[in-house]
Nanobody, 127 residues
Framework: QLQLVESGGGLVQPGGSLRLSCTAS????????IGWFRQAPGKEREGVSC????????KYADSVKGRFTVSRDNAKNTVYLQMNSLLPDDTAIYYC????????????????????WGKGTLVTVSS
């Protein structure tokens, strides 16, 4: 059974940076596309970024393009989300999720289509 654990969240000032990690246990991650999702208070969960199993394909939500970068190190069974130029609107619980298919991650139904989910890490952007 694949288990995902997010880490790296915290409190940061606007304009600052954080790097989130999504580490897997139980099964090697190199078969899976990984997505980052977030849920802000009072809002629905939304997709942030996806990366294919090889790392060769990525996709970003318009709201984070140019500021966030997703990457992976399959040897460490870990996927990263580098977040720069953070805004108060980036405040949310961030989740990583895994699925065999990159197409699921980038689809409109990714929120309920991804097979495995972590429990999330809180990112707060505030002065």
């Amino acid at each position: 059974q694949l288990q995902l654990v997010e880490s790296g969240g915290g409190l940061v000032q606007p304009g600052g940076s954080l790097r989130l990690s999504c580490t897997a246990s139980g099964i090697s991650l190199d078969f899976a596309a990984i997505g980052w999702f977030r849920q802000a208070p009072g809002k629905e969960r939304e997709g942030v970024s996806c990366i294919s199993s090889s790392g060769g394909s990525t996709k970003y939500a318009d709201s984070v393009k140019g500021r966030f970068t997703v990457s992976r190190d399959n040897a460490k069974n870990t996927v990263y989300l580098q977040m720069n130029s953070l805004l108060p609107d980036d405040t949310a619980i961030y989740y990583c999720a895994a699925d065999r298919l990159f197409e699921v991650c980038v689809s409109s139904y990714a929120n309920y289509g991804m097979n495995y989910w972590g429990k999330g890490t809180l990112v707060t952007v505030s002065s």
